[in-house]
T-cell receptor
Framework: AQKITQTQPGMFVQEKEAVTLDCTYDTSDQSYGLFWYKQPSSGEMIFLIYQGSYDEQNATEGRYSLNFQKARKSANLVISASQLGDSAMYFCAMRPSGYSTLTFGKGTMLLVSP | DARVTQTPRHKVTEMGQEVTMRCQPILGHNTVFWYRQTMMQGLELLAYFRNRAPLDDSGMPKDRFSAEMPDATLATLKIQPSEPRDSAVYFC????????????FGNGTRLTVT
C-alpha cells in the first residue's frame, strides 16, 4: 500500500518569499510518479508539477520546483517568490506503476500575506 | 483547453433520496476516477475505471453507491438512498494509463444531504 505524509497542516509566508512544503511517501514500487496539486478556496484541483521516480533532475514548472530525494523518499514542493494568489491547499500525491490510482496526502494550507 | 466536466456543481437533497452525479472525461483519456473529499478523511478514492471497465470500487459503500461508465464520454456515480454522512465534495478525474500522467479533475459536485 502507498502512503503520503504531509506533516505541515498550515504554513505562513510573506509575499515574494520562497516556501517549501514537505512531502514524504512510502511505497514498495520501483516505478512511480509524484504529483503536486493546488486547491484554492474555489475548490478545483489544479495540477502543478510532476516528478518521475527515475528522473535524475528535479522537476521545475515556472515558480514551482520539486526537491526530490529518492533515498529519503521525499518530494518537497518549493514555491519561489510567493504571490497572494498562491494561498491555497496543496496536496502531494503518488501514482505507482502497478496500480494506477492516485493516493493523496492530507494537504498543507498555505497562506501568503502582503 | 480540454476539461473534465461534472454536473451538477451543487446538490442539496433529503435523506433517502437518490442522487446521480455525472462526469464527462477529457476525450482520449482511458482512465476515470471518482474521489470524495471531506474535512475528516481528505481525498478518498471511490472508484476507478480503465477503458470503461471498473477496476477498483473497494472504497465505495456497496450497499448504496454505484459507479458506471455507459460510454467513453460519460461516467456516473449514484447514491441510493442518500444519508447525511454522504455530504461531501465528489470529484471526477480522468487521465491516461501510464503512472507518469497526471489526473485532471473536474470542478466537483458539492453534495449536501439533510
Amino acid at each position: 500500500a502507498q502512503k503520503i505524509t504531509q506533516t505541515q497542516p498550515g504554513m505562513f509566508v510573506q509575499e515574494k518569499e520562497a516556501v517549501t512544503l514537505d512531502c514524504t511517501y512510502d511505497t514498495s514500487d520501483q516505478s512511480y510518479g509524484l504529483f503536486w496539486y493546488k486547491q484554492p478556496s474555489s475548490g478545483e484541483m489544479i495540477f502543478l508539477i510532476y516528478q518521475g521516480s527515475y528522473d535524475e533532475q528535479n522537476a521545475t514548472e515556472g515558480r514551482y520546483s520539486l526537491n526530490f530525494q529518492k533515498a529519503r523518499k521525499s518530494a518537497n514542493l518549493v514555491i519561489s517568490a510567493s504571490q497572494l494568489g498562491d494561498s491555497a491547499m496543496y496536496f502531494c500525491a503518488m501514482r505507482p506503476s502497478g496500480y494506477s490510482t492516485l493516493t493523496f496526502g492530507k494537504g498543507t494550507m498555505l497562506l501568503v500575506s502582503p | 483547453d480540454a476539461r473534465v466536466t461534472q454536473t451538477p456543481r451543487h446538490k442539496v437533497t433529503e435523506m433517502g433520496q437518490e442522487v446521480t452525479m455525472r462526469c464527462q472525461p477529457i476525450l482520449g483519456h482511458n482512465t476515470v476516477f471518482w474521489y470524495r473529499q471531506t474535512m475528516m478523511q481528505g481525498l478518498e478514492l471511490l472508484a476507478y475505471f480503465r477503458n470503461r471497465a471498473p477496476l477498483d470500487d473497494s472504497g465505495m459503500p456497496k450497499d448504496r453507491f454505484s459507479a458506471e461508465m455507459p460510454d467513453a464520454t460519460l461516467a456516473t456515480l449514484k447514491i441510493q438512498p442518500s444519508e447525511p454522512r454522504d455530504s461531501a465534495v465528489y470529484f471526477c478525474a480522468s487521465g491516461l494509463n501510464p503512472y507518469n500522467s497526471p489526473l485532471h479533475f473536474g470542478n466537483g459536485t458539492r453534495l449536501t444531504v439533510t
